[in-house]
Antibody, heavy 125, light 107 residues
Framework: EVQLVESGGGLVQPGRSLRLSCTGS????????LSWVRQAPGKGLEWVGF??????????ENAASVKGRFTISRDDSKSIAYLQMNSLKTEDTAVYYC????????????????WGQGTLVTVSS | DIQMTQSPSSLSASVGDRVTITCRAS??????LNWYHHKPGKAPKLLIY???SLQSGVPSRFSGSGSGTDFTLTISSLQPEDFATYYC?????????FGQGTKVEIK
């Protein structure tokens, strides 16, 4: 069964850091782009960033709202992608989801067909 | 950035109703348009990709159409499990933006 599981969420103070993990199973992890999406309380889905699959060099892109603070990486040998979140702000409070996509460099024709259940990050003093 | 605008933001419907949700892109995205269904506490689920292709395992009552800037998701006969929030997303170019969502509620 194709599956993604996020972990690492929790309560953190503003200005601190947190690292989320996204563990995949049931598929060849390195072949896929991994995207992070978040949903703040009472809000819609917001794209955070993604990391390309090995075919496209595993490079990353982030949304403007997190650029310079969040970094995405991956370890295909462990089938894990990471979202390193630094200088957290209260507005980063959200459920964070990872999803997989069979993507070209900046476009994904077939959408994101598998999502994790999400992990909650609460930024509060 | 490409802006995605969904309408309506919410609707009330009964089981068996035909429901239509629209999504408009601020510039042409060809057919790089996906539709998702999301329930609280659950993983979002891909329903339609490439504007009109039904994702494997998704019931045939779901259909999508459109290209360029205007897109539609149709549920031909609403079922109890379909009450949720629906999002469109463009995956033409980063940032891969979502519409604001359409909440489908029970009338």
């Amino acid at each position: 069964e194709v599956q993604l599981v996020e972990s690492g969420g929790g309560l953190v103070q503003p200005g601190r850091s947190l690292r989320l993990s996204c563990t995949g199973s049931g598929f060849t992890f390195g072949d896929y782009a991994l995207s992070w999406v978040r949903q703040a309380p009472g809000k819609g889905l917001e794209w955070v960033g993604f990391i390309r699959g090995k075919t496209y060099g595993g490079t990353t892109e982030n949304a403007a709202s997190v650029k310079g603070r969040f970094t995405i990486s991956r370890d295909d040998s462990k089938s894990i992608a990471y979202l390193q979140m630094n200088s957290l702000k209260t507005e980063d409070t959200a459920v964070y989801y990872c999803s997989r996509g069979n993507c070209a460099s900046t476009s994904c024709y077939v959408g994101f067909d598998c999502w994790g259940q999400g992990t909650l990050v609460t930024v509060s003093s | 950035d490409i802006q995605m605008t969904q309408s309506p933001s919410s609707l009330s419907a009964s089981v068996g109703d035909r429901v239509t949700i629209t999504c408009r892109a601020s510039q042409s995205i060809s057919n790089y348009l996906n539709w998702y269904h999301h329930k609280p506490g659950k993983a979002p689920k891909l329903l339609i990709y490439a504007a009109s292709s039904l994702q494997s395992g998704v019931p045939s009552r779901f259909s999508g159409s459109g290209s360029g800037t205007d897109f539609t998701l149709t549920i031909s006969s609403l079922q109890p499990e379909d009450f949720a929030t629906y999002y469109c997303q463009q995956s033409y170019n980063t940032p891969w933006t979502f519409g604001q969502g359409t909440k489908v509620e029970i009338k």
